[in-house]
């Protein structure tokens, strides 16, 4: 007996729209149409890191954080559009490089519960979520959590986010992230880095010797 997936018979039943245009005719997997696709501002040249960003083996972001890719993010995170975080997850699953192996763990910078909840989610939690479905990864959302609630980082300089940070999150499982040998982070937007940062020094003491942040997108 043959069996049909779910998702074949939504994708039948409700075509794949493009999440800029609107229009019908974006391909499986693929949340824009060829036209908005080739119209999207992708970074071509990844460019120079920031030194706060050493302890990543690599770096990578698919898109410039401009129009309209801000419209995406912030429908996204402030406008509870599910299926928007999950197009950009596969945005960034379309645009990254192929690895030789796959990383141990994909972790998504986490938000405090109470701004999750009044989120409605986590938008780094589905933009992984969908890059793990199309390259088949392992999600695990489960190994850090933010423990102390903290202030908007827009509008800080990058002394000011760090401040901000410090102590912000602890390892829910040290143990099994221990055992990660390459732990890959995931978040939105990269503009200081110093969430990422404050995300991947945790698992570095835990003793994870790979540590790779991908994102969305980057500030010019």
Not at 37 to 49: A, K, N, R, S, V
Not at 80 to 89: D, I, K, N
Not at 110 to 134: D, K, Y
Not at 160 to 172: H, I, K, V, W, Y
């Amino acid at each position: 007996m043959s069996w049909i997936r779910v998702d074949q018979v939504l994708d039948t039943l409700f075509p794949s729209r493009c999440l800029l245009c609107g229009q019908s005719g974006a391909g499986v997997g693929i949340p824009a149409c060829a036209g908005c696709m080739i119209d999207l501002p992708w970074l071509e040249q990844q460019g120079q890191c920031s030194p706060a960003l050493g302890l990543f083996a690599a770096v990578q972001s698919a898109l410039i954080y401009e129009y309209p890719v801000d419209r995406l993010v912030a429908a996204a995170k402030f406008g509870r559009q599910v299926p928007v975080a999950r197009g950009l997850g596969q945005l960034l699953a379309l645009r990254m490089p192929a690895l030789a192996e796959p990383p141990d763990a994909v972790v998504p910078v986490p938000l405090h519960w109470r701004r999750e909840a009044s989120r409605g989610f986590n938008q780094a939690e589905e933009i992984a979520r969908a890059l793990c479905a199309v390259r088949r990864w392992s999600l695990r959302a489960d190994l850090c959590r933010r423990i102390r609630p903290t202030p908007e980082q827009s509008g800080l300089g990058a002394a000011g986010r760090r401040d901000n940070l410090r102590g912000a999150f602890a390892l829910s499982n040290a143990r099994a992230a221990g055992r990660c040998r390459h732990v890959l982070l995931v978040d939105d937007v990269l503009t200081t880095g110093a969430t990422a940062t404050a995300v991947g020094e945790i698992f570095q003491a835990a003793g994870v010797r790979q540590l790779s942040l991908w994102t969305v997108a980057r500030t010019p």
